[in-house]
């Protein structure tokens, strides 16, 4: 496996970085997990677009552009002969000192892996996710806005620890005021009487790529959305519910803190969408 790493392709065992990088001190980096199907690269655009906002929101100026980016994640794809991968781009402050100045770090370390995709158990799809709201609230809006996909991911672990102590698969996260936000790497979606339900971006949830697809999807097949403020309690009552993300897709959720979600197994609406969905991933994409 080689690694793109500050401009070149070097062997998984060298792709080393200083512990003086405040990535690592500091969480103080951006990130995109980006997906390849069958060597098309999916919402190539949105996911260094959004790399871009990120970095911009930390005062963290990318040494390459957004071609340069796309440049080098098709060739870290070739060098690897992946055709359907999971690629993470980071980018970091760079070396420091151990101060939190980050004037001290001269360059941003860039780095790209691609790997084959791991996959979520078919059973997810066919069965549905288990999942509990955690006591661990998403991050405050005004602290450290989820809008920007940063290194920092303490919150949504300690949400994630939750969801494994509790034997479910993920958490849903509440923003501050207690209205849900979004899991721990998904955005959430409920259907109501026919219509999509998600919580607006001004709750504090990423702007995922994979929801912004199926909101768009939804409105060509006719089916209503709705970006409203969601409460737990509407969250019981919904008829059907699922998460969306690069990984993920679309993966249905079937029981909410031990309550069963509508007939107690994948909605229609869910499976019609991610049908959709994967037709949209075989065409919608950067050919390499
Ligand atoms: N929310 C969080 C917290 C995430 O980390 C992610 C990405 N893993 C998502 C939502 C989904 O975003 P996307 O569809 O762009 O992958």
Redesign the pocket.
């Known amino acids: 496996m080689k690694i793109f790493l500050n401009g070149e392709l070097v062997k998984r065992e060298d792709a080393k970085i200083t512990v003086f990088d405040h990535g690592l001190l500091y969480g103080d980096g951006v990130f995109e ?1 980006i997906r390849s199907y069958g060597g098309l690269i999916f919402k190539l655009k949105e ?1 260094l677009d ?1 790399l871009f906002v990120s970095a911009k929101a930390i005062g963290l100026v990318i040494p390459m552009n957004e071609k340069e980016l796309a440049d080098a994640i098709i060739k870290t794809l070739k060098e690897n002969s992946l055709r359907d991968a999971y690629i993470r781009l980071v980018v970091t402050r760079g070396a420091g000192d151990l101060g939190l100045d980050p004037r001290k770090c001269k360059r941003p370390t860039i780095f790209i892996i691609s790997d084959k995709i791991a996959l979520y158990p078919e059973e997810y799809y066919k069965n549905g996710l288990e999942i509990i709201i955690a006591n661990t609230r998403r991050n405050i809006k005004d602290a450290l806005n ?1 809008q920007i ?1 940063s290194l920092n991911y303490l919150n ?1 672990i300690l949400a994630k620890i939750e969801a494994i102590k509790a034997d479910a698969e993920e958490s849903i996260m509440l923003s501050s005021d207690g209205y849900v936000a ?6 959430i979606f409920i259907i109501k009487d026919g219509a999509l339900i998600t919580p607006p971006l001004d709750v504090g ?2 702007k ?4 912004l697809a199926v909101i768009n999807l939804a409105k060509k097949e006719k089916i209503a959305v709705n970006e409203k403020m969601i409460k737990p309690v509407d969250l019981y009552a919904a008829d059907e519910c699922f998460l ?4 993920a897709e679309i993966v249905p959720v079937t029981k909410i803190d031990g309550k069963s979600i509508g007939s107690g197994g994948p909605g229609g609406v869910t499976l019609r969408l991610l049908t959709g969905f994967r037709e949209l991933t075989k065409v919608d994409g950067v050919r390499y």
Do not use: I, Q, S
């Open positions: 997990g996911h959004r989820p996909k949504n979004e899991c721990t790497g998904d955005n949830v990423l995922g790529v994979t929801r969306t993300g690069t990984a």
